[in-house]
């Protein structure tokens, strides 16, 4: 039996696993297995709502037992711990429950063919304090750590105002201050969907006497926000996040982090709660791989056919893949990239069964979009037409943003499942409240 095994089930690892999945449904020769170290996928550009309590992760999650079953492929759940090449083997972790007991051991996985999707997390360069006094937006499990604190501050700082405030018509409401680092799409994304939130928290709130102010503080070491963007969208991206009551440090670095703020070159930041948005890397485990070379974010550097630069059986896509554009720079770490990297992989895997040469990897860009929140979306996206970006916002570019995610569940669902889950949603947001507030 020849093992297709994939190590990571985001965007662009399940929808490998399930475009073979159904090409070898009827197959008794190969099988398809896809790992990963939590139970259930989501989106990654939806964390920043989950963390902001705009969806509910329960709702929009999909179990990957089930799309296994459905798609017919085998999925194990478990996290990559090293390589053995010689022996084609992936080691996977022992896994434990939270009181220390031991659930599986680790287990060796035989494979034929490797793809390795295990996505990026955040970058903190080191900075001190960070780790230790940041949230991390890299998964749907800090996500919701991140709302559920963020909610526990709330209720601690309005039962704090009802508590002191006898005369509620001249007392002012206490202040939760929110500090972001990083002024990419995530951080901006962010900072627009928790002003939403602070406006629909305040709408839930009866009594002024509870009512809570949120200062939101954007952090970018930069010249500008949204870098990808260009100077006209993100100028107008910025002045929009100004408009809406969040500030905006630019040409601003972190020197250090601490339980009070953020600690810059001029001056100390203080805030109540931490999110690091800054950077991107491969985790760490990656760097361990004996012979598989990567880079100092711990990228593993891929062939133009997305193998591995030393290992013809193992393709690298998503953001762990350190991929080289013809023109110059590298793939960057979007969700369209993975999305094309899976496709060219699920192409290269049944040309080399058939002993055909494997094509190469050409990245197109098809423009980015940033959305900020109800308030407005801006972006370019790049025209087939003349070649060059074409710049759209308001109503068109939400309209675009949307679509990117109906693309996504139409790589995995098909139409019908698709059309079903835009139904359900529809259904869901009409019956439940607009925010999710536990």
């Known amino acids: 039996m020849e093992n297709i095994v994939i190590v990571g089930g985001g965007a662009g690892g399940l929808a490998l696993a399930t475009q073979l999945g159904n ?3 009827r197959s008794k020769k190969i099988q398809v297995i ?16 989950v963390a902001a309590g705009s969806i509910d992760s329960a709702f929009d999650e999909l179990n990957y037992r089930y799309h296994g079953k459905k798609k017919h492929f085998n999925f194990i759940l478990g996290s990559l711990e090293t390589i053995d090449r010689d022996k084609k083997t992936l080691v996977l972790a022992e896994r434990r429950d939270d009181a220390g007991e031991l659930i599986t051991p680790k287990q060796n996985l035989h494979y034929d063919y490797a793809v390795i999707a295990i996505g990026g997390v955040s970058n903190d360069f080191g900075v001190p304090g960070a780790k230790e006094h940041c949230y991390f937006l890299d998964d749907k499990d800090q996500a919701e750590r991140f709302h559920q604190h963020l909610l526990n501050q709330t209720d601690r700082l309005s039962c704090e105002s009802l508590n002191s405030n006898a005369d ?20 901006v994304e962010l900072a627009a969907e928790l ?3 602070a406006q629909g928290l305040s709408g839930y709130q009866r009594n002024v006497a509870g009512k809570v102010d949120y200062k939101i503080t954007l952090i970018e070491a930069g010249p500008r926000i949204l870098p990808a963007l260009s100077e006209k969208l993100s100028n107008a991206a910025q002045r929009t996040l100004e408009k809406i009551g969040i500030d905006v440090h630019c040409n601003t670095g972190v020197k250090s982090c601490s339980a009070e703020g953020f ?13 690091w948005a800054a950077g991107i890397k491969a985790p760490s485990q990656l760097a361990s791989i004996t012979g598989l070379e990567c880079n100092n974010r711990n990228q593993l550097l891929v062939k133009p056919t ?26 960057p770490p979007r969700a369209q990239a993975a999305h094309q990297m899976a496709t060219l992989v699920y192409k290269n895997i049944l040309r080399s069964h058939r002993n055909k040469p494997l094509r190469e990897f050409r990245y197109r860009d098809y423009g980015s979009l940033v959305s900020l929140s109800n308030f407005n979306t801006v972006g370019g996206l790049m025209s087939g037409f003349v070649g060059s970006e074409m710049r759209i916002g308001g109503p068109i570019a939400r309209l675009a943003y949307l679509s990117l995610y109906r693309m996504h569940l139409l790589a995995i ?8 889950i835009a139904l359900a949603g529809r259904i869901h947001r009409a019956i439940k409240p607009k925010l999710k507030l536990h």
Do not use: M
Request: proline share 7%.
């Open 34 to 49: 896809l790992v990963d170290k939590n139970p259930s996928h989501i989106w990654k550009p939806l964390l920043h709502e």
């Open 168 to 187: 509620t018509n001249n007392s002012a409401p206490p202040v939760l201050r929110i500090g972001i680092v990083g002024g990419g799409a995530t951080g």
């Open 263 to 275: 600690i810059t070159p001029d001056d100390t930041i203080v805030c109540n709660i931490r999110v």
């Open 306 to 331: 997305l193998q591995s630069s030393n290992d013809e059986r193992i393709f690298v896509i998503g953001d762990c893949a350190s991929c080289v554009l013809p023109s110059g720079g590298f793939v």
């Open 195 to 197: 002003q939403h939130t």
């Open 413 to 420: 669902h098909g139409i019908y499942n698709s059309l079903l």
């Open 23 to 25: 090409k070898f449904k």
